[in-house]
């Protein structure tokens, strides 16, 4: 026990897993996992983007081939249409016809040469063409058309030039452009009572360009994106929505090419001005004779107003049409005024306003529109009592089965496609004004309304019960009636018209004689009494009445029932 007592330390090492070798391999481990996970997660959100990316690429290509369509289209109806005029009545429309048919061909070559011309800059296939000349002549001449088209908007148009003559290069082409798009856009988004500025001047070795209005606008979310190929600027609803979404692109890139800038400032309601400034060199061939522009028919309003038939034709059903295009009026004009009464409204929002205070028999409308477009027009006329029984029929560009659906579900009747065939048109409104007539024996019948969800027979079920409550009432009439029901007198008439075929007067007459007859047959009330229960003033008069209605006098009646 006395022996020496040794200590031995033992030093236990941990397992390998526990080991600095393994929480290293552990780290680069975990980092790794961190970098893939991030890389994955990159991967994503750029694919994400990419496919974002190629969506919002496919949906200006989908917009841009949509309108494209819609600016092609609707010359083209117009082109086929006014040739079928031409042809068949040569001496009232060959003429007009023919400058009409010249114009749109224009309108077609145009927009296909912007297209072309497009694709050209893009694979930098686009050159210069220079000549050296007096480019304020030029322009002077190529905005001649212009300024006649913004007079017969009631636009006034001014063009000055500080300098009144300046010789320098550029290209007769590529300047037709530029300017053209730029007042076109500029007449096309002002309205009447504007005003439009187009100002030269020079600074030092530059010529300032700039197009100026009182138009709408532009919103400052679009302003940002007006020169992108394809894009669509958000219009207020006073502006006509078409358009191809190239003109403005096509502007700067030729503006580009011809090395000089191009900026835009604007404001809703109050304005778009857009500023070019082009270098002044003289180093090109001079230039020889005045190079032609582009030629340009606008249509007049007197010369459409010229083109209605100003006879009168009350037995003819009335047509009101609703088209902001005026070639488009015109042809339609020329197609239905012959068989119908024809009213024009410019816009989605006159056509509301007409059709509530006239109550036309059929509406023909186009469906993009400033406004109220076509769909915004069926929608709140088949929905409003006064007009619900109108038969609609829709004319648009936009020939998509999901342009068709959406134009059916605002209870159109009828969904037409640019360009239609105008023996097409004339039988859709025959066979409409035909269903009409058949919904017109029903009403007729006076017992056939009854209590329903149904627009046309709750209105009628309403104005029979107004009636019905003040049948002893023998002064009661239509301006009584019209008080009732809400409606004017022409707007009642028009609607009794259109469902029954009897006039107000007359409707009320026999409602009052339906009732008589119920009476005689039903009673013991001799031919006075009944007559003064239904609001007749005289029993002779009664008599008349009812045996005109019923071809049979009311005496012989009474003594069947006696019997």
């Keep these: 026990w006395d022996a020496e007592v040794k200590q031995l330390r033992i030093h236990k090492l941990p397992p390998w897993w526990q080991s600095n070798w393994a929480y290293a391999i552990y780290i680069n481990l975990l980092i790794f996992l961190i970098y893939k996970v ?35 289209r609707t010359p083209l109806t117009i082109i086929s249409g006014m040739t079928d005029q031409v042809l068949s009545k040569p001496e009232k429309w060959l003429e007009k016809g023919l400058g009409m048919i010249k114009q749109n061909t224009l309108t077609l070559l145009q927009l296909v040469n912007q297209i072309l011309e497009l694709r050209k800059l893009e694979h930098k296939e686009l050159n210069l063409q220079l000549l050296q000349g007096d480019i304020i002549q030029y322009i002077r001449y190529i905005s001649a058309p212009y300024q006649s088209y913004a007079e017969n908007k009631n636009i006034q148009f001014h063009l000055d030039s500080e300098p009144a003559s300046l010789e320098m290069d ?97 404001e809703l309601n109050k304005g778009t001005s857009f500023v070019i400034q082009l270098p002044i060199t003289q180093t090109a061939r001079l230039q020889g004779e005045q190079p032609k522009s582009i030629e340009y028919y606008p249509i007049s309003v007197a010369m459409e107003e010229d083109s209605l038939d100003t006879k009168s034709h009350t037995e003819l059903p009335r047509l009101l049409i609703v088209e902001d295009n005026a070639d488009m009026r015109q042809l339609l004009i020329a197609s239905l005024e012959e068989h119908y009464q024809v009213q024009i409204a410019r816009n989605g929002q006159e056509g509301i306003e007409q059709a509530i205070d006239q109550v036309p028999d059929l509406i023909v409308s186009d469906v993009m529109m400033p406004l109220k477009d076509g769909y915004e027009l069926c929608d709140t006329l088949k929905k409003d009592f006064r007009t619900s029984h109108i038969p609609i029929i829709l004319l648009t560009a ?63 079920q309403g104005v029979r019960q107004s009636i019905e409550a003040n049948l002893e009432d023998a002064d009661y009439d239509t301006v009584q009636l019209c008080k009732a029901v809400g409606l ?57 009445a009812y045996a005109k209605e019923f071809e049979i006098a009311p005496s012989a009646v009474a003594r069947k029932t006696l019997n």
């Design 38 to 72: 991030y890389k994955y997660q990159l991967n994503r959100q750029y694919i994400y983007q990419e496919a974002l990316k190629l969506k919002e690429i496919d949906e200006f290509k989908s917009h841009f081939f949509t309108n494209i369509s819609h600016e092609f």
């Design 488 to 544: 004017s007198k022409t707007q009642l008439y028009r609607k009794l018209k259109a469902l029954t075929g009897f006039s107000t007067a007359i409707y009320i007459r026999s409602i009052r004689l339906k009732k008589a007859q119920e009476l005689l047959m039903t009673t013991n009330l001799n031919i006075s009494e009944v007559a003064y229960a239904v609001g007749f003033k005289t029993p002779k008069y009664f008599s008349s």
């Design 398 to 460: 936009k020939a998509d089965i999901d342009a068709r659906l959406s134009g059916l579900e605002k209870g159109a009747d009828v969904y037409l496609a640019k360009p239609f065939s105008q023996k097409e048109l004339l039988l859709q409104i025959a066979n409409l004004l035909k269903v009409r007539q058949q919904l017109q024996e029903r009403y007729s019948q006076l017992g056939a309304v009854a209590v329903s969800d149904n627009v046309e027979d709750e209105f009628l």
């Design 170 to 266: 550029y290209d007769p082409e590529k300047m037709l452009r530029v300017i053209s798009n730029l007042l076109s856009n500029a007449i096309k988004f002002t309205p009447e009572g504007g005003r439009i500025y187009l100002q030269l001047s020079q600074r030092k070795k530059e010529l300032k360009i700039e197009v100026q209005d009182t138009g709408i606008g532009i919103s400052a979310s679009s302003l940002p994106h007006i020169f992108d190929r394809f894009y669509q600027i958000e219009r207020p609803k006073e502006a006509n929505p078409q358009g191809s979404g190239i003109g403005l692109a096509l502007v700067r890139d030729l503006v580009e090419l011809m090395k000089g800038k191009i900026k835009v400032t604007s």
